[in-house]
């Protein structure tokens, strides 16, 4: 992939991996990307289009497939079957300090499906 901004990548001391750059067509929503844990992905502002039968695109934050897998596999580790006996209060602790540090890294965004489904998981 060419490098569109060379001089500006140069000065901050930076350059793009080759493997892990690609071009996205955020044009409509078609596409989307994985940034830091969150997917970027532009969406129609249903209300606006049902309103004045405009298209407006606003972009839209949320958890990636990733840092949705992850925060299960934790679930799991904290969970195992071997500590069905243990003191609930414990297990809950410990589960709170994940699921609140994983809240507050996502809540900012556009989360709400993924949040209840993290929300389901753990009722589980």
């Not at 071997?82 to 900012?108: P, Q, S």
Request: charged residues 35%; aromatic residues 10%.
């Amino acid at each position: 992939m060419q490098d569109p901004h060379p001089v500006i990548l140069e000065r901050l001391g930076l350059e793009l991996h080759p493997e892990k750059t690609r071009r996205v067509d955020l044009y409509d929503g078609k596409e989307g990307f994985d940034f830091l844990g969150c997917h970027l992905h532009k969406r129609m502002s249903s209300p606006i289009w049902e309103r004045e039968r405009r298209r407006l695109y606003f972009r839209h934050r949320w958890p990636s497939a990733r840092s949705m897998h992850r925060l299960r596999q934790k679930v799991r580790e904290l969970t195992p079957r071997g500590r069905c006996h243990a003191d609930l209060r414990e297990v809950i602790a410990d589960l709170n300090k994940v699921l609140i540090g994983w809240g507050n890294y996502f809540r900012t965004g556009n989360a709400e499906k993924r949040f209840n489904r993290a929300d389901t998981y753990v009722w589980r």
